[in-house]
């Protein structure tokens, strides 16, 4: 942790209170007790490719509980732009090598896997073992078993873990949640939903290389409509059956181009989603007993766009998602909020995800969900 540099941090907290905070105290009266100096967790962004590049560092500038501490890279170059750019030093520069040291920075709390799919497990767990909070890209792994040990690691360590997933902080997806949750519309009946977008250029990119990716447009988009669906119907899914489809089967050698699945909910809700590396889409809509809303942009980074049957645009001022993200889990391990996007969360969408690909295999057979609440955060 750090002084504040950029914003006021509205808690101010003593160091011993600090240290029991970090070490998993849900106790709001603990943490914000009067200390003379302001806080702000330190996070290490592990991979700095685009996301990193583009999205997080930048919100990272923005965020009132948390700033970047220190990098991990595998890339030499890129160690003193990022310390220029962003003021951090040496001592907290890190290679995929020399990662575990972390373990004697106090200056990270939080550790953010950036990586290729197929990496975040391994390096979760790593920064689990080094006694760091997590919080893992999505989709939070290639398998179940993978999500399971990222879990495991992180509740043997005694730290807090989430998943990279922005829209759960977005307040458009809050607002649908809400009408969902209290009927605005009536009950919701059929959930359309959409993500893809037309993937172009190196075909040996690592989002078409199944080792790194563990899948296509399932893996990267498909969660998003997952995500979707699930907050959409307002609950898990009881079955799913899935078809996939290719029109570039000479571009997407080793991984899914274009995959359209079926949910059923426990009250005969049905959700469609559809996931593409080569077709857009970039939709949620929600139609109930008495009208509809809809999305569109539903999970972009923003600004998001929606409007309802009675003729209502739903609005709100434009903030970072990655900053609202990276706040909210600041905010959980700090006060003891909800983790709003825990990592079993993550574990669900890859049992569905697991799921979808079987279905595919099989044939396009129903497969039964016994998912109960797993994943749900009110
Ligand atoms: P990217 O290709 O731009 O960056 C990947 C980074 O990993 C690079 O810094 C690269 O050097 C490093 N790397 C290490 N080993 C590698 C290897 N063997 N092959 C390729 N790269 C390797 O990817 P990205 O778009 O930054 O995505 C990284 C992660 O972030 C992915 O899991 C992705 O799903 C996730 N992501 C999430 C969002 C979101 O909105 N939440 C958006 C984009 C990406």
Same mark, same amino acid.
């Given at each position: 942790?750090?002084?504040?540099?950029?914003?006021?941090?509205?808690?101010?907290?003593?160091?011993?209170l600090?240290?029991?905070?970090?070490?998993?105290?849900?106790?709001?009266?603990?943490?914000?007790?009067?200390?003379?100096?302001?806080?702000?967790?330190?996070?290490?962004?592990?991979?700095?490719?685009?996301?990193?590049?583009?999205?997080?560092?930048?919100?990272l500038?923005?965020?009132e509980?948390?700033?970047?501490?220190?990098?991990?890279?595998?890339?030499?170059?890129?160690?003193?732009?990022?310390?220029?750019?962003?003021?951090?030093?040496?001592?907290?520069?890190?290679?995929?090598?020399?990662?575990?040291?972390?373990?004697?920075?106090?200056?990270?709390?939080?550790?953010?896997?950036?990586?290729?799919?197929?990496?975040?497990?391994?390096f979760?767990?790593?920064?689990?073992?080094?006694?760091?909070?997590?919080?893992?890209?999505?989709?939070?792994?290639?398998?179940?078993?993978?999500?399971?040990?990222?879990?495991?690691?992180?509740k043997?360590?005694?730290?807090?873990?989430?998943?990279?997933?922005?829209?759960?902080?977005?307040?458009?997806?809050?607002?649908?949640?809400?009408?969902?949750?209290?009927?605005?519309? @009536?009950?919701?009946?059929?959930?359309? *939903?959409?993500?893809?977008? %037309? $993937?172009?250029?190196?075909?040996? +990119?690592?989002? /078409?290389?199944?080792?790194?990716?563990?899948?296509?447009?399932?893996?990267?988009?498909?969660?998003?409509?997952?995500?979707?669906?699930?907050?959409?119907?307002?609950?898990?899914p009881?079955?799913?059956?899935?078809?996939?489809?290719?029109?570039?089967?000479?571009?997407?050698?080793?991984?899914?181009?274009?995959?359209?699945?079926?949910?059923?909910?426990?009250?005969?809700?049905?959700?469609?989603?559809?996931?593409?590396?080569?077709?857009?889409?970039?939709r949620?809509?929600?139609?109930?007993?008495?009208?509809?809303?809809?999305?569109?942009?539903?999970?972009?980074? @923003?600004?998001?766009?929606?409007?309802? *049957?009675?003729?209502?645009? %739903? $609005?709100?001022?434009?903030?970072? +998602?990655q900053? /609202?993200?990276?706040?909210?889990?600041?905010?959980?391990?700090?006060?003891?909020?909800?983790?709003?996007?825990?990592?079993?969360?993550?574990?669900?969408?890859?049992?569905?995800?697991?799921?979808?690909?079987?279905?595919?295999?099989?044939?396009?057979?129903?497969?039964?969900?016994?998912?109960?609440?797993?994943?749900?955060?009110?």
């Open positions: 942790m750090k002084n504040l540099t950029r914003r006021d941090f509205s808690l101010t907290l003593g160091k011993g600090i240290a029991t905070s970090l070490l998993g105290s849900s106790n709001l009266a603990c943490a914000t007790e009067v200390g003379n100096q302001k806080k702000k967790l330190g996070v290490a962004l592990v991979g700095l490719g685009s996301y990193s590049t583009y999205q997080l560092a930048p919100a500038l923005d965020t509980h948390c700033y970047l501490a220190g990098i991990v890279t595998g890339t030499p170059e890129k160690e003193s732009i990022w310390k220029d750019k962003y003021a951090i030093p040496h001592s907290n520069i890190y290679n995929y090598a020399n990662f575990d040291s972390i373990i004697n920075n106090a200056d990270i709390d939080i550790i953010y896997v950036v990586l290729p799919n197929s990496m975040h497990a391994d979760c767990i790593r920064a689990a073992k080094a006694g760091k909070h997590v919080i893992c890209e999505k989709p939070m792994a290639v398998s179940v078993a993978e999500c399971d040990a990222i879990i495991d690691a992180c043997k360590a005694n730290v807090k873990l989430s998943v990279g997933y922005r829209m759960q902080s977005d307040p458009y997806t809050n607002e649908v949640k809400k009408f969902v949750r209290e009927r605005t519309f @009536g009950e919701v009946h059929f959930v359309s *939903s959409d993500a893809g977008y %037309i $993937s172009q250029g190196n075909p040996d +990119q690592w989002r /078409l290389n199944r080792e790194l990716s563990g899948g296509g447009a399932l893996m990267n988009m498909g969660v998003y409509s997952i995500q979707t669906s699930i907050y959409g119907a307002g609950g898990n009881i079955s799913v059956t899935a078809q996939e489809f290719s029109t570039r089967p000479e571009y997407f050698k080793e991984t899914d181009e274009t995959i359209t699945a079926q949910f059923e909910f426990v009250n005969g809700a049905v959700a469609q989603m559809f996931t593409s590396h080569n077709a857009n889409g970039n949620l809509k929600c139609h109930c007993a008495n009208g509809w809303f809809e999305l569109d942009p539903a999970h972009s980074y @923003g600004p998001i766009s929606g409007r309802t *049957s009675n003729g209502n645009v %739903i $609005s709100f001022s434009h903030q970072s +998602q900053a /609202l993200q990276m706040d909210d889990f600041a905010k959980h391990i700090l006060l003891g909020n909800p983790n709003i996007a825990p990592g079993e969360m993550g574990k669900r969408d890859m049992i569905i995800v697991e799921a979808i690909y079987k279905s595919i295999a099989e044939g396009g057979k129903k497969q039964n969900l016994d998912l109960g609440e797993m994943g749900i955060v009110s």
